[in-house]
């Protein structure tokens, strides 16, 4: 580690850990957060490493506060985020709406293990998708990363603080106990100049600036507290000025706003990895961990003759539902193997649309999928 | 250093949103008094109002947030404290100032507020208890003296209130203190001192509510809760918290309870810094 708390080389490093030194070189310099396994260690690795960088670490008596002290924190000017897993995320609902309506820069981490309820809280699960999309009430969009290996998690952790500031929206990491708990070699290089997204500052005076006033990008300019800028922002429908207007005129305008500039862009959001899609006739769609699993499942089709592909989903919201729609036009079927009883799986089979069929791989979570299972319903797709 | 404007005719105006108004609060209401003593403040301890933060919650007093012409925030119910602490630990130049009320303070934030006096997190909040919830139509708060009406207590409230100043220096708030809306000049000092003092300043101001619970209370118009302040209000300055419960025709207690000096989490926090930073 150098003088300044920079950390760069090759680490064994967990995937919470790996989470946590991805926010430091990202710049978060605010954390506030409440312990819940399996997500502890990325807060214990930000209440050790934020000290040395000039950032704060704060410890909150709940979910429900951690994730407005977040907020509070990107209103200072801060890159904040908080960490937590199923019983947390459910608390962070409620706030997570805030920051979509205020439009606020973070990045909330989920460690998912099984549920409902407290369910398995050291084991594994994926059961968090559809929460992660809907779980706040109204409409509204979201963007969420699924990584599948602690250097993932840390690459996608700087990328999660990129999106975050570029359409002022927070970014949710949707990991899981596997990918959070397991150790593998993380290479931390020097950030690229120029690699770190800059939130947009008002080029506006004060007194001429509109907090929500947007140009074609539809992200608005954003200034912070303590600027003279003397902004007002609400949790209510509002305008441009930031007031509150009680209409269904401004709540068109305001809520096409926040769906579409996350809508609109998703070519520019969207990620993912394809292997083996070109001839395949079945196409097995993971994220996570069970990407991992859904690998070695499609190399082993191969083998066998099976003309297999991967399609792993790097961000799960917005949904990578154009590249869905080309590829049901060619392939016999999807299989979607996932630790829970059925979500993904219904966004494919919404763009699949009765062109290819969609076939479910559950697990309800506790342990990870066995690749013969994958295996298993490959061969049934192209029977 | 401050940017008040001096040759206004009223001073209060260069801190108001007017293109807002009029405000929401009905005839009467003692929320509007409170902000009047909230600017007068800023003014009397000639703060530079750029660096003020106010952050409201959600209830008839979290309004306030909207009507002053401060970086302002209007956040979720009770989430007020929260806020404001990422807010001021994201800035610490910054001077926040909550402005909410009792609902939204003491019941859906209650666990918020006893957390941040104990973390002595250095913000002033000023609590308006109107002794009931006014934005849904005068329901029981954990503020409602026994036996008064509310909307949801038709015969009477059946359960203890909150002695709020007494939970919130037991939760280890640098200051505490309670006016009503009557006692403008005592409020307008209070808030001025709690804004210039570091660590969790709270002050509790009892407000008028006559389109809800002064009307199912029978206790008229605004004007005749003020009558009531000004026979019931003894000022006791220093008394022990414990013993300053509003109950049912006892007398209200105001004045500062609790003016102490003890390390803020701000002042913790950096010590901690430089000490993990030398090892």
């Known amino acids: 580690m150098s003088e300044d708390g920079k950390l760069t080389g090759t680490f064994f490093m967990n995937g919470d850990t790996a989470c946590a030194e991805g926010a430091i070189a990202a710049g978060c310099r605010f954390f506030a957060g409440y312990p819940i396994t399996p997500a502890t260690e990325v807060a214990e690795r930000m209440s050790e490493r934020l000290p040395h960088v000039g950032g704060v670490y704060i410890q909150m008596e709940d979910e429900i506060a951690s994730m407005a002290a977040v907020l509070g924190a990107s209103w200072a000017g801060k890159k904040a985020m908080t960490s937590t897993s199923g019983p947390g995320f459910s608390l962070m609902m409620e706030n997570l709406g805030l920051g979509v309506m205020l439009e606020t820069p973070c990045v909330l981490v989920n460690i998912q293990r099984a549920g409902p309820s407290t369910g398995l809280p050291t084991l594994s699960g994926q059961g968090d998708m559809m929460q992660a999309r809907w779980g706040s009430h109204g409409s509204y969009e979201i963007i969420a990363l699924a990584p599948s290996s602690p250097q993932e998690i840390f690459d996608l952790t700087i990328e999660a603080f990129n999106l975050s500031e570029k359409y002022r929206v927070p970014v949710l990491i949707m990991s899981d106990e596997s990918v959070g708990h397991m150790s593998e070699k993380v290479v931390v290089n020097e950030i690229p100049r120029g690699h770190l997204v800059k939130r947009r500052r008002p080029a506006k005076k004060p007194g001429e600036y509109l907090p929500y006033e947007a140009d074609s990008s539809l992200v608005p300019p954003m200034a912070v507290a303590g600027e003279g800028y003397r902004f007002h922002v609400t949790g209510l429908t509002h305008d441009e000025k930031g007031y509150p207007v009680m209409t269904a005129e401004a709540q068109d305008k305001l809520v096409r706003r926040l769906v579409d500039k996350i809508r609109l862009n998703r070519k520019d959001i969207v990620r993912y990895e394809e292997i083996g899609i070109e001839d395949a006739e079945v196409v097995v769609c993971a994220y996570g961990i069970t990407s991992r699993i859904a690998r070695m499942a499609v190399q082993q089709a191969r083998d066998s003759g099976i003309k297999a592909g991967l399609l792993r989903l790097i961000t799960v919201w917005p949904f990578a539902e154009d590249r869905i729609r080309e590829l049901a036009d060619r392939v016999k079927a999807f299989v979607v193997p996932e630790i829970n009883y059925g979500q993904i799986v219904f966004e494919v089979e919404r763009c699949a649309a009765g062109k290819a069929k969609s076939i479910l791989v559950p697990h309800m979570g506790g342990s990870v999928h066995l690749p013969q299972t994958i295996v298993k319903a490959i061969e049934e797709a192209v029977r | ?279």
């Open chain 2, 1 to 279: 250093m401050t940017t008040t404007a001096p040759n206004h005719k009223n001073t209060i105006d260069a801190f108001l949103r007017l293109d807002r108004m009029p405000h929401i609060w009905c005839q009467g209401c003692g929320i509007g008094p409170a902000v009047s003593c909230f600017i007068r403040a800023i003014q009397r301890a000639e703060l530079d109002a750029d660096k003020i933060a106010l952050i409201s919650g959600i209830g008839c007093s979290g309004r306030a947030a909207g009507y002053v012409r401060l970086d302002s925030f209007h956040t979720t119910h009770g989430r007020a404290l929260p806020f404001a602490t990422g807010l001021k630990l994201g800035n610490p130049e910054l001077n926040v100032v909550v402005f909410s009320g009792d609902g939204d303070i003491v019941a859906i934030g209650g666990n918020h507020l006893i957390h941040s006096a104990r973390r002595n997190i250095d913000m002033t909040v000023i609590c308006i208890n109107n002794l009931n919830y006014g934005m849904t139509g005068g329901q029981v708060g954990p503020t409602t003296p026994l036996d008064a009406r509310t909307s949801t207590t038709r015969y009477g409230n059946y359960e203890h209130p909150f002695n709020v100043p007494y939970i919130v220096a037991a939760s280890g708030a640098s200051y505490v203190a309670r006016w009503t809306v009557l006692h403008a000049r005592q409020l307008e000092r209070s808030i001025a001192e709690a804004m210039t003092k570091p660590g969790f300043s709270f002050i509790e101001v009892m407000a008028p509510c006559p389109t809800l619970y002064g009307r199912m209370n029978k206790q008229g118009k605004g004007m005749d809760t003020m009558h009531v302040y000004q026979e019931r209000s003894v000022v006791r300055n220093g008394a022990d918290p414990k013993d300053v419960a509003i109950e049912p025709d006892s007398p209200i207690i105001v004045g500062k309870f609790v003016d102490i000096d003890r390390p803020t989490f701000w002042d913790r926090y950096t010590k901690m810094v430089e000490k993990a930073n030398k090892g």
